[in-house]
């Protein structure tokens, strides 16, 4: 079965300073991840997919697949970043099931 | 359309009613699927469309619930019998490829269901 673990509930930084959320998977096979991001009052959307390999917004993710990890960093929080943020893993199998972990709310403090 | 379109967007109803909740993709995707969002949760996946067909309804939490997809665009997911354990905002998303590729899922705004 897969599984993604978002370990933080929330995590409170002062803007300027760097961001790391953490996200844990498991799965036996070979998956595809992502980011997924809701800003206050807006839909989810996307925000970054490992297969990509882009920086979005200033944030990047790394797929680490030894520690089955794949944390989102950005080096400077702005407090528009503000949001709550969901990891989510994608099946390599036949069909695209999408899992998502239970999410973070990144809190900037101006 | 412009985007992946639910309603009604707030739904309030008594325990025991039936309630049906509506999702419109965007024209032309062939995958939608259904979430269940509880309060400080994450989405919880219900069901797959591919098109008309549904490939995964392993997340359905009980034979209340019931999704349809009839001509391969606009979805219909119903709760018989409502309980207030299924208080909860339901999302809908499409994506336009099938089974290759990697896949963004497009949300729907959410159609948020209270059961008192």
């Known amino acids: 079965a897969q599984r993604v673990t978002q370990p933080e509930k929330l995590l409170s930084v002062f803007k300027g300073a760097p961001v790391e959320l953490k996200c844990n998977y498991s799965y036996s096979g070979s998956p595809e991840l992502f980011w997924y991001v809701q800003y206050s009052r807006q839909r989810l959307q996307l925000l970054l997919r490992?297969?990509s390999r882009e920086s979005i917004k200033g944030f990047t993710a790394d797929l680490n697949k030894g520690e089955t990890s794949f944390h989102l960093k950005k080096p400077f929080a702005q407090e528009e970043d503000s949001a709550m943020y969901y990891c989510?893993?994608?099946?390599?199998?036949?069909?695209?099931?999408?899992?998502f972990g239970t999410g973070t709310k990144l809190q900037v403090i101006p | 359309g412009a985007g992946v379109s639910q309603s009604p967007r707030y739904k309030v109803a008594k325990r025991g009613q039936d309630v049906a909740l509506r999702c419109d993709p965007i024209?032309?995707?062939?995958?939608l699927f259904w979430y269940q969002q509880a309060l400080g949760q994450g989405p919880e996946f219900l069901t797959y469309f591919q098109n008309e067909a549904q490939l995964d309804k392993s997340g359905l939490p009980s034979d209340r619930f019931f999704a349809e997809r009839p001509e391969g665009s606009v979805s219909t997911l119903k709760i018989q019998r409502t309980q207030q354990e299924d208080s909860a905002v339901y999302l809908c998303?499409?994506?336009?490829?099938?089974?290759?590729?990697?896949?963004?899922?497009?949300f729907g705004a959410g159609s948020r269901l209270t059961v008192l």
């Open positions: 989510a893993l994608k099946n390599s199998g036949g069909y695209q099931k999408v899992t």
């Open positions: 998303a499409s994506s336009s490829q099938g089974n290759s590729g990697a896949n963004v899922l497009t």
């Open positions: 490992h297969i």
């Open positions: 024209s032309g995707h062939v995958s």
